[in-house]
């Protein structure tokens, strides 16, 4: 019954993996161009945002029409609500891809260092592994896979933290290329976080109840 | 080679997704063929309007609804499609009606044969008071159509979605059927004379709400076949069947001693519901005023 609601509610989760995918892309491209300081990867990247906003778009417009025409409820509207911050988390992870690609740009002149690229692969990689699994946990309806998305995210908060005392252990000849790979450690583990929210998302659509997987004022971790 | 060389060019190509803007959606339905023209079209019974100066086109192979408060004439309008209201005593038609580009109202057409082609179901399911086969075969049997009319009944009943549930008892009687088969059975003997449009004048608000569904599904499959025209007081039904809706409102006379109904709005059931150009279109769809 209601064959065409069905068919749109599908079409909807289809266009979010497409999102994904093409956010997979952008996150493998942004840190090799970073790694191995390929500018024309690195313009790539930047031209490639244009076509992951146009899905984020239509996606967008598809939300706005189906709940106009269609009022879904229970977990229609949880799948509903929950493709609509998802999409905007993955558009997101689409711009900081843009920001490590451009800041790679500013830099490819600067001398850098092994131990961090090794890291930013590393947390690339973590990244990649965190949208596929925040996807598959939307997907299949399961919020403890949702919830594995911490573990996941805590690692690459690590890195995140360990660049800092990296760059203190190194000269001041990398310092520009230093403060750069701040920020450009800062956007994966930002992009790792926007994948810890669309795993909320999953969880809340599984569950029917929204709440967040860890809170900064009740994290027992470190700063360090 | 690079890691975005590697997966594919940059550009992502053959990317099928799915068309739903808005305007797309419009140019799309108005390349399709014209089933019906109207062009100031005014309706007045004894004398008083109760309709004026509408002008539309409805498109083939769409589900077409027509919205608005009561007394606003769209049920008035609907019955113009097919010259129903040509049994009322005192209604007067001006303006033109055009079917496929011929005048509805010409002088030599026959408004039984308009009838055979424009099907209509009502609000309140009407079968006869005859076996479920009488109900389908009646219109064949009177009009002469020839070919098997067993087989015409099935075929019937199949596309109202009602055949699996009625096959083993075609001769039992019509009124034993619950309200949803009797309302199907109605479009199933509008389907066994080769409709070209089938109108439908509140056809589920009589209904359960899965009954409902079901009809409203079962518009969904007959639009690839049929050109359907709905009315219905029911705005969410509109914004789940219709590919495009026409919004009616009442107007009253300064001094308030007549009503009468006129278009406000036509478009798409997207733009209608999503962003509509008329004020008042906003105020009815979003409840403010009804």
């Given at each position: 019954m209601r064959a065409s609601f069905q068919e749109e509610l599908r079409e909807l989760e289809e266009l979010?993996?497409?999102?994904?995918?093409?956010?997979?892309?952008?996150?493998?491209?942004?840190?090799?161009?970073?790694?191995?300081?390929?500018?024309?990867?690195?313009?790539?990247?930047?031209?490639?945002?244009?076509?992951?906003d146009d899905v984020y778009l239509r996606t967008q417009e598809a939300i706005e029409l189906l709940l106009?025409?269609?009022?879904?409820?229970?977990?229609?509207?949880?799948?509903?609500?929950?493709?609509?911050?998802?999409?905007?988390?993955?558009?997101?992870?689409?711009?900081?891809?843009?920001?490590?690609?451009?800041?790679?740009?500013?830099?490819?002149?600067?001398?850098?260092?092994?131990?961090?690229?090794?890291?930013?692969?590393?947390?690339?990689?973590?990244?990649?592994?965190?949208?596929?699994?925040?996807l598959r946990s939307l997907h299949e309806r399961d919020a403890v896979l949702a919830e594995s998305l911490i573990h996941l995210d805590e690692m690459i908060d690590l890195s995140n933290r360990r660049v800092v005392s990296r760059l203190l252990e190194l000269g001041p000849e990398n310092l520009e290329w230093g403060l750069r790979a701040i920020l450009m450690s800062r956007c994966l583990e930002r992009i790792g976080d926007n994948a810890v929210d669309i795993g909320e998302r999953a969880a809340f659509l599984a569950t029917g109840e929204f709440r967040e997987f860890t809170d900064a004022s009740r994290d027992p971790r470190p700063l360090v | 080679m690079s890691a975005m060389r590697q997966m594919g060019t940059p550009?992502?190509?053959?990317?099928?997704?799915?068309?739903?803007?808005?305007?797309?959606?419009?140019?799309?339905?108005?390349?399709?063929e014209k089933v019906f023209s109207v062009a100031e079209l005014g309706v007045s019974y004894s004398g008083k309007p109760a309709l004026e100066e509408v002008t539309l086109d409805v498109y083939e192979n769409t589900v077409?609804?027509?919205?608005?408060?009561?007394?606003?004439?769209?049920?008035?309008?609907?019955?113009?499609?097919?010259?129903?209201?040509?049994?009322?005593?005192?209604?007067?038609?001006?303006?033109?009606?055009?079917?496929?580009?011929?005048?509805?109202?010409?002088?030599?057409?026959?408004?039984?044969?308009?009838?055979?082609?424009?099907?209509?179901?009502?609000?309140?399911?009407?079968?006869?008071?005859?076996?479920?086969?009488?109900?389908?075969?009646?219109?064949?049997?009177?009009?002469g159509l020839g070919g098997n009319l067993d087989e015409r009944v099935e075929g019937a009943l199949r596309r109202a979605a009602l055949w699996d549930e009625?096959?083993?008892?075609?001769?039992?009687?019509?009124?034993?059927?619950?309200?949803?088969?009797?309302?199907?059975?109605?479009?199933?003997?509008?389907?066994?004379?080769?409709?070209?449009?089938?109108?439908?004048?509140?056809?589920a608000s009589a209904l359960d709400?899965?009954?409902?569904?079901?009809?409203?599904?079962?518009?969904?499959?007959?639009?690839?076949?049929?050109?359907?025209?709905?009315?219905?007081?029911?705005?969410?039904?509109?914004?789940?069947?219709?590919?495009m809706t026409a919004f009616f409102s009442v107007v009253v006379d300064d001094d308030g001693s007549a009503r009468r109904g006129i278009?406000?709005?036509?478009?798409?059931?997207?733009?209608?519901?999503?962003?509509p150009s008329d004020r008042r279109t906003e105020d009815y769809v979003t409840g403010r005023f009804g």
């Amino acid at each position: 019954m209601r064959a065409s609601f069905q068919e749109e509610l599908r079409e909807l989760e289809e266009l979010l993996d497409r999102q994904a995918e093409l956010v997979l892309r952008s996150v493998r491209a942004a840190v090799e161009a970073l790694v191995a300081r390929d500018v024309e990867l690195a313009d790539e990247v930047i031209a490639f945002d244009d076509d992951i906003d146009d899905v984020y778009l239509r996606t967008q417009e598809a939300i706005e029409l189906l709940l106009a025409r269609q009022t879904p409820v229970a977990s229609d509207l949880r799948l509903v609500l929950a493709i609509l911050h998802s999409n905007v988390h993955l558009e997101r992870m689409g711009d900081l891809c843009t920001t490590i690609a451009k800041l790679t740009k500013l830099s490819v002149d600067l001398p850098s260092d092994e131990v961090l690229l090794a890291a930013f692969r590393e947390m690339g990689e973590r990244c990649e592994e965190m949208i596929r699994t925040a996807l598959r946990s939307l997907h299949e309806r399961d919020a403890v896979l949702a919830e594995s998305l911490i573990h996941l995210d805590e690692m690459i908060d690590l890195s995140n933290r360990r660049v800092v005392s990296r760059l203190l252990e190194l000269g001041p000849e990398n310092l520009e290329w230093g403060l750069r790979a701040i920020l450009m450690s800062r956007c994966l583990e930002r992009i790792g976080d926007n994948a810890v929210d669309i795993g909320e998302r999953a969880a809340f659509l599984a569950t029917g109840e929204f709440r967040e997987f860890t809170d900064a004022s009740r994290d027992p971790r470190p700063l360090v | 080679m690079s890691a975005m060389r590697q997966m594919g060019t940059p550009r992502v190509q053959g990317t099928r997704l799915p068309e739903v803007t808005v305007g797309v959606e419009r140019a799309e339905i108005e390349r399709r063929e014209k089933v019906f023209s109207v062009a100031e079209l005014g309706v007045s019974y004894s004398g008083k309007p109760a309709l004026e100066e509408v002008t539309l086109d409805v498109y083939e192979n769409t589900v077409t609804a027509f919205i608005g408060p009561s007394g606003c004439g769209k049920s008035t309008f609907i019955r113009c499609f097919n010259r129903m209201n040509d049994l009322i005593p005192g209604a007067r038609v001006e303006g033109t009606v055009l079917y496929h580009g011929a005048d509805l109202y010409g002088r030599d057409v026959d408004p039984v044969d308009v009838r055979r082609r424009i099907g209509m179901v009502f609000q309140k399911p009407n079968p006869f008071p005859k076996s479920i086969f009488d109900n389908v075969a009646f219109g064949p049997r009177v009009l002469g159509l020839g070919g098997n009319l067993d087989e015409r009944v099935e075929g019937a009943l199949r596309r109202a979605a009602l055949w699996d549930e009625v096959k083993d008892r075609l001769k039992d009687g019509a009124l034993g059927l619950s309200g949803g088969q009797q309302q199907r059975l109605c479009i199933a003997r509008a389907l066994a004379v080769e409709p070209d449009v089938i109108l439908m004048d509140e056809p589920a608000s009589a209904l359960d709400p899965i009954s409902t569904t079901r009809i409203e599904d079962l518009m969904d499959e007959l639009k690839r076949d049929y050109t359907i025209v709905i009315v219905t007081h029911n705005m969410q039904q509109a914004a789940r069947v219709a590919d495009m809706t026409a919004f009616f409102s009442v107007v009253v006379d300064d001094d308030g001693s007549a009503r009468r109904g006129i278009l406000v709005e036509y478009d798409t059931t997207s733009k209608i519901f999503t962003t509509p150009s008329d004020r008042r279109t906003e105020d009815y769809v979003t409840g403010r005023f009804g």
